[in-house]
């Protein structure tokens, strides 16, 4: 499947930062972000420890107009919060639906800057979505909280394979018509 969009990935503002497209300097703190164990552990597709040549092939995976998922840098440096705060994707479903995916630099956890980057993603509904869904490791309530302060719903449990933990975790899934 193939992530068909017209435009390129547009920037999307909020008070603090900016979601843009990512870029080839992003490397070096995506890398340093993402390689950090308590990041890892809360997706489902980071690796730990972080294999050679892993976040260029992100970048360059991100940067690709034909890639499968529109992925965001959450960019702070114009209000001097730091140019890299966090990632945050939408991977094209069938129906006219997405599956959200986010994560925020350790260093900026509990600013709500998850809360606000979901919120502004899903008011600007760049792939024209129906629906949005995601799902979040149970042992994270707060993107839990995340979710359901942007008006998500939950939908039920079930479970997924996280890399960095090599084993199937449980979450929890939510949806947000749109």
């Not at 972000?33 to 360059?60: C, K, N, Q, W």
């Not at 940067?63 to 702070?76: H, K, Q, Y």
């Not at 945050?88 to 980057?117: C, H």
């Not at 039920?156 to 899934?173: K, L, P, Q």
């Amino acid at each position: 499947m193939t992530l068909d969009i017209a435009d390129p990935i547009p920037v999307i503002g909020t008070d603090r930062f900016h979601l843009r497209p990512v870029r080839r300097s992003d490397t070096g703190l995506l890398g340093h972000y993402a390689s950090d164990l308590r990041v890892a552990r809360m997706t489902s597709r980071i690796p730990h420890p972080m294999p050679p040549g892993a976040i260029e092939a992100f970048v360059t995976r991100a940067m690709n107009p034909s890639c499968e998922e529109a992925i965001w840098v959450m960019d702070g440096s114009s209000t001097e919060l730091g140019e890299v705060l966090g990632i945050i994707s939408l991977t094209k479903m069938d129906r006219g639906q997405s599956e959200i995916g986010y994560w925020v630099a350790p260093a900026f956890w509990n600013t709500g800057l998850a809360s606000e980057a979901v919120a502004a993603l899903v008011a600007a509904n760049p792939l024209g979505n129906t629906a949005i869904f995601a799902s979040v490791f149970q042992d994270n309530p707060g993107s839990a909280r995340v979710l359901t302060n942007n008006g998500f719903v939950y939908l039920g449990d079930a479970e997924t394979f996280s890399v960095s933990r090599n084993a199937h975790v449980a979450t929890w899934t939510y949806i947000r018509k749109l």
